[in-house]
Structure formats: C-alpha cells, structure tokens
C-alpha cells in the first residue's frame, strides 16, 4: 500500500500538470484552427482577385 503522503504528493503535482496539459492542447488546438481560418481566408481573397 502507498503511503498517503507520497499519494497527497503525487495527486498535488500530477493533477495540476494533467489540468495544464489538457488547457496547453485545447490553447494549441485554438490557436492552429485560428490560424488555418486566417490562411483560408487570405486564399479567398487572393482567388477572388
């Protein structure tokens, strides 16, 4: 059995890291599909001139 202080330790670092991580990817993922909208739109205009 672990004992409850390397369980307190390994909740309190691994859980904020699990929170950060998912919250880095859906920003990652945010910003790409910005970007991917920006680079379709400047193609739009381009083959509209």
Known sequence: MVSETVL????CFFLPLAVAARFWHWYTFFKRGQKIKMIQAMQ???NND
Not at 8 to 11: A, C, H, R, T
């Open 8 to 11: 307190g330790v390994l909740f």
């Open 44 to 46: 739009n205009e381009q």
